[in-house]
């Protein structure tokens, strides 16, 4: 079974960086694509960001410019550097990462960002 185990969070003031990783763990798998998504409590989780299969990137509008996704097959690892962090960011962000060996996707269980005013 694939685990993701995410790394990368926690508090930052605001106007600050973090980058934030998601490994699978286990052998090397290569990662077709990657989804980015974060939840405030009793909100609906939001998509952040998504690299495709062909290296496309989508952001949501609210972090444009400011949030950067990629992933490193040959580490098994997708990331998201943050910049110009808001308190708005604030949030538990959770990886998803499609798997092309296994033919399917597997959620990361979140990790804490604060971003502090």
């Known amino acids: 079974q694939v685990q993701l185990v995410e790394s990368g969070g926690g508090l930052v003031q605001a106007g600050g960086s973090l980058r934030l990783s998601c490994a699978a763990s286990?052998?090397?798998?290569?990662?077709?694509?990657a989804d980015w998504h974060r939840q405030v409590p009793g909100q609906q989780r939001e998509l952040v960001a998504r690299?495709?299969?062909?290296?496309?990137?989508d952001y949501t509008d609210s972090v444009k410019g400011r949030f950067t996704i990629s992933r490193d097959n040959a580490k098994s690892t997708a990331y998201l550097e943050m910049n110009s962090l808001k308190p708005e960011d604030t949030a538990v962000y959770y990886c998803?990462?499609?798997?092309?060996?296994?033919?399917?996707?597997?959620w990361g269980r979140g990790i804490q960002v604060t971003v502090s005013s």
């Open positions: 690299i495709s299969s062909a290296g496309n990137t």
């Open positions: 286990g052998r090397t798998f290569s990662i077709l694509a």
């Open positions: 998803n990462l499609y798997i092309l060996s296994l033919g399917r996707s597997f």
